[in-house]
C-alpha cells in the first residue's frame, strides 16, 4: 500500500509560479515511478508529467513542456511539481498518483486526493 498526500495547491494569476508537493509513505519510495494528473472540470484527467524511480526519465505534456518541472526526493518520500508561467487553461485539480514499479506504464496504482489550483487572468 501507498499513501499519497499533496500540498502546494492555490490561486494564482497567469504568469505565477506554484509548486506542488507529495508526499509518500507505505512502500520504499525509490522503488516505484511518480507522476502527476490533472482534471479540469468538464474534461477528462491528464497525465502532466512522471518521473522514473532513480529520476532519470521523464516525461511531460506537451501543454507544460518547457513551464514545468518534475522532480523526487528519495530520501525524503516525495515529489514535487515545478509550475511556472502559469496559464488559465492550467486551472485543474491535481493529483499526485504511484505506480506499481520503476517506470511509468499502465496505470497509476494509487492517487492522491488532489489539490486544486485556480490560475486567474
Known amino acids: 500500500q501507498v499513501q499519497l498526500v499533496e500540498s502546494g495547491g492555490g490561486l494564482v494569476q497567469a504568469g505565477d509560479s506554484l509548486r506542488l508537493s507529495c508526499a509518500a509513505s507505505g512502500r520504499t519510495f525509490s522503488s516505484y515511478a511518480m507522476g502527476w494528473f490533472r482534471q479540469a472540470s468538464g474534461k477528462e484527467r491528464e497525465v502532466v508529467a512522471q518521473i522514473s524511480s532513480s529520476a532519470r526519465v521523464k516525461y511531460y505534456a506537451d501543454s507544460v513542456k518547457g513551464r514545468f518541472t518534475i522532480s523526487r526526493d528519495n530520501a525524503e518520500n516525495t515529489v514535487s511539481l515545478q509550475m511556472n508561467s502559469l496559464k488559465p487553461e492550467d486551472t485543474a485539480v491535481y493529483y499526485c498518483?504511484?505506480?506499481?514499479?520503476?517506470?511509468?506504464?499502465?496505470?497509476?496504482?494509487?492517487w492522491g486526493q488532489g489539490t486544486q489550483v485556480t490560475v486567474s487572468l
Open positions: 498518483a504511484a505506480y506499481s514499479g520503476p517506470y511509468y506504464s499502465g496505470t497509476p496504482g494509487y
